[in-house]
């Protein structure tokens, strides 16, 4: 294929997109999707998110200074998912693309402070069988190794005595999931929580899919166990603000218990001959 010698019309635009919108095989729009696509059919939402679109569909974060207003709506989306997780005024974060991207970044940072704080060459995390797929990815890209442990096969939930003999000298991370995806099962994250305070590991809690549920739970009369940063131990969350949390594809928000550990998520090259060239997560322009 090649560039046609004459652009399309605005209609012919608009007709070859609704076209290629309805060649899939299943009817999402009717709810029936699950995991792929997670906002219903409601009008009003629909047409605000097209204004939205409409509006910031030439904006460019990656450039605060131009673009102050977007930085400021990042900033209260991430610290109003930081309340939800009982955060304090220490905690903090950033708004990524999605699950994976938020995951990347955890992974990212404790590799770096790992490497930088304790020494490891050779970073590894501890994960059940059941941990997320994005987790394989980041590991693959960062260099890493993951440990996966197995789960019980009664609950569903990760063997905490198989993770504990999983941690080594290299461990850099531990990983609860709440839900994890296969089974929708939490975790025991205070028990995880306390492996992690024990052997001075970082333990994330992988709340992508569940993340603008479990907060609601308990004032819906149906409470958890602890699950987030009121677990000690805890110092990193992934949420997806793009799955329950009705937020358009593709957004999610990572949090951390203190800016330290977020510090090691960043990019920056200082003597570029461009200027100085630094980015918060893996995008940047956006």
């Known amino acids: 294929m ?25 009817e999402w729009q009717d709810g029936k999707m699950s995991g792929g696509t997670f906002s219903g059919d ?8 097209e204004q939205m679109f409409g509006l910031f569909a030439l904006s460019n974060p990656l450039h605060a ?8 709506m990042e900033a209260e989306i991430v610290r109003m998912t930081i309340s939800l997780f009982h ?8 708004l990524t693309s999605g699950g994976s991207e938020s995951i990347l970044m955890a992974v990212k940072a404790m590799r770096d402070w790992g490497r930088e704080v304790r020494g490891i060459e050779q970073a590894e995390i501890v994960g059940c ?3 997320h797929a994005g987790f394989d990815k980041a ?23 198989a993770m504990q003999r999983a941690i080594n000298s290299n461990t850099v991370m531990l990983v609860a999931s ?16 306390a492996l992690g305070q024990r052997y001075n590991v970082p333990v994330h809690v992988d709340c992508c899919m569940g993340g603008f549920i479990l907060p609601f739970m308990e004032a819906a009369g149906y409470p958890l166990p602890l699950f987030d940063f009121r677990v000690p131990g805890v110092t990193s969350i992934s949420a997806d603000t793009h799955k329950y949390g009705n937020a358009p594809k593709g957004s999610s928000v990572i949090m951390y218990q203190s800016a330290e550990h977020r510090h090691y998520q960043y990019f920056v090259v ?3 001959p461009g200027g100085i060239y630094g980015s918060p997560t893996i995008p940047g322009s956006r």
């Not at 409601?42 to 998110?49: F, P, V």
């Not at 709440?178 to 929580?193: K, L, T, W």
């Open 87 to 94: 955060g304090t005024d220490n905690h903090c974060g950033s």
């Open 178 to 193: 709440a839900p994890q995806f296969p089974h929708g099962i939490i975790d025991d994250v205070e028990e995880i929580g």
């Open 2 to 26: 090649a560039l046609p010698p004459t652009g399309w019309t605005r209609d012919q635009v608009l007709q070859a997109a609704s076209t290629l919108l309805s060649e899939g095989r299943y």
């Open 42 to 49: 409601n009008a009003a939402y629909n047409s605000l998110m």
């Open 139 to 161: 590991a693959d890209l960062l260099g890493m190794k993951l440990r996966k442990v197995d789960m019980d096969p009664k609950t569903c939930k990760v063997k905490l005595s």
């Open 270 to 272: 200082p003597d570029w």
């Open 129 to 131: 069988v059941t941990v």
């Open 65 to 72: 200074d131009v673009f102050p207003g977007v930085m400021k």
